[in-house]
T-cell receptor
C-alpha cells in the first residue's frame, strides 16, 4: 500500500530538548516536504526536498532542520524546541504527475 | 507571492441539503492547479477535487463539484446531498504548475458541520 508514515503521532516535550519527527514514504517519490498546521493559518510549508541531499526552505523554516540522506526518509529536526512550535505537523511526498500524499500528522506540544 | 483566502471560518448544512464553500486566490501565474482537501477529525488530509487552471470545465467528483471563475480568481466547492460523513475541516489549496515544484499554498480552512 502506497503511504507516508510519520512517527511519533503524538509528542509532548519541554523547551530546549532536541527532538526528531521521522517521515518515510514507500512510493519512490523524489519530492518531499514538511508542513505545520495552526488554527486560522491553514498549513504552511516548513522545508522541502527535491531529491537526496537537496533541501530548501519553505515559508516558515526558522527553528527547524531537515536532512535527506535516503530517498524514502525525510526527518524533521527541532534542535531547541520552543512553545511557539507547538503545532500539528504533516509530512508529504509527491509524484511529479500526481498529487501529494500526506502522512497522518504528528501532534507536538512544547511546554 | 501566491495567497489563498477562505473567508468562512465555519459553515453548517442540514443533511441531504447543498452547501457551498468559498475560496479566492491571488497569483500572477498562468499555469497552476487548485484543490480542495478534506480533514476529518482523524486529521488525515484527503484530496477531494482538483482543477487545472487551463481547463474551462469545472471539475466534478460524485457529490462534489467546483465553480472555477478564473478571471475572478474564485474557486468554490459545492457539496450536494450532504452526508454526516462530510463533516470536516475543508482547505482550499493552490499549486504552481510544472512537475518540479510541489509546494501547496493553503487557505485558512472552513469547518463544516452537518446537522441530521
Amino acid at each position: 500500500e502506497a503511504q507516508v508514515t510519520q512517527n511519533p503521532r503524538y509528542l509532548i516535550t519541554v523547551t530546549g530538548k532536541k527532538l526528531t519527527v521521522t517521515c518515510s514514504q514507500n512510493m519512490n517519490h523524489e519530492y518531499m516536504s514538511w508542513y505545520r498546521q495552526d488554527p486560522g493559518l491553514g498549513l504552511r510549508q516548513i522545508y522541502y526536498s527535491m531529491n537526496v541531499e537537496v533541501t530548501d526552505k519553505g515559508d516558515v523554516p526558522e527553528g527547524y532542520k531537515v536532512s535527506r540522506k535516503e530517498k524514502r526518509n525525510f526527518p524533521l529536526i527541532l534542535e531547541s524546541p520552543s512553545p511557539n512550535q507547538t503545532s500539528l505537523y504533516f509530512c508529504a511526498s509527491r509524484d511529479p504527475l500526481l498529487e501529494q500524499y500526506f502522512g497522518p500528522g504528528t501532534r507536538l506540544t512544547v511546554t | 507571492a501566491q495567497t489563498v483566502t477562505q473567508s468562512q471560518p465555519e459553515m453548517s448544512v442540514q443533511e441531504a441539503e447543498t452547501v457551498t464553500l468559498s475560496c479566492t486566490y491571488d497569483t500572477s501565474e498562468s499555469d497552476y492547479y487548485l484543490f480542495w482537501y478534506k480533514q476529518p477529525p482523524s486529521r488525515q488530509m484527503i484530496l477531494v477535487i482538483r482543477q487545472e487552471a487551463y481547463k474551462q470545465q469545472n471539475a466534478t467528483e460524485n457529490r462534489f463539484s467546483v465553480n472555477f471563475q478564473k478571471a475572478a480568481k474564485s474557486f468554490s466547492l459545492k457539496i450536494s446531498d450532504s452526508q454526516l460523513g462530510d463533516a470536516a475541516m475543508y482547505f482550499c489549496a493552490y499549486r504552481r504548475g510544472g512537475t518540479s515544484y510541489g509546494k501547496l499554498t493553503f487557505g485558512q480552512g472552513t469547518i463544516l458541520t452537518v446537522h441530521p
